[in-house]
């Protein structure tokens, strides 16, 4: 079975462009997390889906960012426009009722210059 | 707020050395608790996990932890461990009933052979 597939794994941009990363998560998961890992931190959580609906956005700085799931399979992150700051991992997990656990993709290492 | 402290942030043990890294969290509700590796350019996994029963619980590759309700901790155990245990090592804790995930900051383990 795939796990929790993303893409870009690497993305390098200048300030103020845009940039988006895509989700796919294990079929039948219907609980998506987007997750912000800085150098030397534990992963921190952006945004949670159920099915189509952001149940959890508290964390999204919504000012720049967006997410969407659309018939709540795959989703996209978005940041516009990106700040230095910005540069870290991001991390899309998924689960189900039926796991236990979330299960982690290898993340896209995003570069800010 | 709930948080989870990982005391340790680098450790470096020799072959055969034992290994113990604290994971402590602040929450009086019910708990579940996890602890996920990183392994070099790969994506975090699930080491084990405690949602209910025996307190000492045994996961993959030789790792145990040990759920301790009135210290509020969950320390990783490994009696003897091997170069290829070098990684991350994040702990989390996720409310009982709730999908949320709370990582501490991680301890990077090197492994000397």
């Known amino acids: 079975e795939a796990g929790v597939v993303q893409s870009p794994r690497y993305k390098i941009i200048e300030k103020k462009q845009p940039v988006a990363f895509w989700c796919n998560p294990i079929?039948?998961?219907?609980?998506l997390y987007w997750y912000l890992q800085n150098l030397g931190q534990g992963p921190e959580l952006l945004i949670r889906y159920e099915n189509e609906e952001a149940v959890d956005d508290s964390q999204l700085p919504k000012d720049r960012f967006s997410a969407e799931r659309l018939k709540g399979v795959d989703s996209t992150l978005k940041i516009q426009p990106a700040e230095l700051g910005d540069s870290a991992v991001y991390l899309c997990a998924s689960s189900s009722a039926g796991t236990t656990e979330a299960f982690f993709g290898q993340g896209t290492r995003l570069t800010v210059v | 707020a709930q948080s989870v402290s990982q005391h340790n942030h680098h450790v470096i043990l020799s072959e055969a050395a034992s290994l113990e890294l604290g994971c402590n969290y602040s929450?009086?509700?019910?708990?579940?608790l996890f602890w996920y590796v990183q392994y070099p350019g790969q994506h975090l996994q699930l080491l084990l996990k405690y949602f209910s029963g025996d307190p000492l619980v045994k996961g993959i590759k030789g790792f145990e932890a040990e759920f301790i309700k009135s210290k509020f901790s969950f320390n990783l155990r490994k009696p003897s461990v091997q170069w290829s245990d070098t990684a991350e090592y994040f702990c989390a804790v996720r409310n009982s009933g709730t999908y949320k995930y709370i990582f501490g900051t991680g301890t990077r383990l090197k492994v000397l052979a």
């Open positions: 929450y009086g509700g019910t708990v579940n």
């Open positions: 079929s039948g998961h219907n609980t």
